[in-house]
């Protein structure tokens, strides 16, 4: 695992996807690996083959923010902008009023600001700035 973060930093992302998906033979239930594999795909303009990492981290283990997040700006990546949106304001839901610091949901609004600007969806950009996720939700049809 050590070696593969060390590759990961030096941006040698093939040897370190190699060891990763090694370690994950190992210990295949660690959702943590699963997630350093995906963004270590992912980091290396791999996003298409993040997904599956990501899913799987997340499987192991739904509450595990880091891993939702990289789903998202992997799923922007791709341009699967309709599925980010609805995974950060997903996201934002579950974040609200169970102790996360703001600045850490504000990263996740400028996320899905992004979205709706790759979206054209201009109309939503005040809803993000408001914070108003009933207005988004309605719009997106999340309800």
Known sequence: IALGLLFNMSHDYDKAVDCFRTAIQVRNEDYLLWNKLGATLANSSRS???????QRALALKPSYRRAQINLGIALLNLNKLPDAATLFAD???SMQGSGNTARSVDGVWSKLQAVFIGMDR?????????????????????R
């Open 48 to 54: 298409e083959e993040a997904i599956e990492p990501y």
């Open 122 to 142: 201009f109309d939503l950009l005040e809803f993000c700035q408001t914070k108003n996720l009933d207005a988004i939700k309605y719009h997106l049809k999340l």
């Open 91 to 93: 996201i934002i839901s």
